[in-house]
């Protein structure tokens, strides 16, 4: 039984996956990235001689949950694991996201939280009235005439604004593109103009801050047409040359995570995203058996291999940003003497990955120290 059961490998051969259709997509999956992974390593160790070796996955975001389940599921062949920022937990409706968007704002600043709000609530007022789409239109830079053709579009229109918004809280960074062009803000930076009364009113103060903000970044105009939206995801096309993830992230949130960040939830800003949002788009793009059904049994699969926040398993560190809505599914507090928890006060989304900095803050400092020395005593 044994010998056979050593012999059994499974794999994969998919003749056609040079594209991101429906059919190629199928094999889209966790399971198969930590296949892949396995495959790498005990590959590498072969050819390279590296047997003898101790092995440490890591990896933030999604990366770091298959950093940690990879550790979870294949104890023999890694020695330990980092996830930084790894959501463990998946979830379909995750409303929580916006709540920690707004303690993340409000711990900075209750005036901003406010502005923002207010902000927010005008956009949506100006909505119903026909007579401020063109004010929409050069206010937000829309790359398009507004034609509100269905809830889709409302709801897209707003996703992208509130994403402005929510990038800042859960990256809290600045920085500048190749070109010099700031990017990314604190959030410090970001309340000061949602907070300066000399600018305006706040729906003006947040005008500002898409125009001289985000503006180069994010092409030069917003695409906020719903049917625009799908036609450049249903690309099943791959450019080697600039590879996008939109399109496979997608994919795995309707069929095995869900993430979809609803505005749910009364402790939070913003309105307009629904669940129902989220599906939509599943079934738009995937086709109509792509509904709730699917994001449900695909959820709850997950967490059922994974174990969601029963980890079971050792030698493992969770490191997270106390700003990053994310750490909201991540483990923030040590269950055991070898399964670790840093947090990172004042942080955002893999801030411990990023290289080092002059401006890095002391919390941020201390964290990087701390992972290295736990390694370094259970690798001993
Ligand atoms: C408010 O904005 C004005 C104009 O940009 C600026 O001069 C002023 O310093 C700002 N005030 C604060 C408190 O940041
Ligand atoms: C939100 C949350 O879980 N915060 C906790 C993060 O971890 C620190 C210590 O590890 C706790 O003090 C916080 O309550």
Known sequence: MLSQSVFFFFFFFCFNCRDLSIASLSYLSSRQAMADI??????VAKKMGLTKNKWVVFGGSYGGSLAVWSRIKHPDLFAAAAGSSAPILAKANFY????????????????????????????????????????????????????????MDTSLLLNRLIMFVTVTVQYNINAKNNKGNQVLIRIKEFC????????????YRFVRIIHSVVKEEYL???ATNYDDKLKSFSDSSIDYHNPTKGRQWFYQSCTEFGFFKTTDSMNQPFTGLPL?????QCSDLFGPEFNYDKLNTGVMSTNEYYGGFSVRGSKIIFSNGSFDPWHILGITKDISEDLLAVFIKGEGHCSDLTARRDTDSAELIQAREKIFHILQKWLK
Request: net charge positive.
């Open 38 to 43: 396995v495959n790498f390593r005990t590959k």
């Open 96 to 151: 929580e996201y916006f709540e920690g968007v707004q303690r993340s704002l409000g711990t900075h600043n209750s005036e901003c939280l406010k502005a923002v709000k207010e902000a927010f609530d005008q956009v949506v007022e100006m909505l119903k009235l026909p007579k401020y789409y063109s004010k929409l239109e050069s206010d937000f830079m829309l790359c398009k005439k507004l034609k509100l053709n269905s809830v």
């Open 192 to 203: 000061d103009i949602m907070t300066n009364s000399s600018l305006g009113s706040p729906y």
């Open 220 to 222: 030069c105009c917003l």
């Open 276 to 280: 129902s949002y989220y599906v939509q």
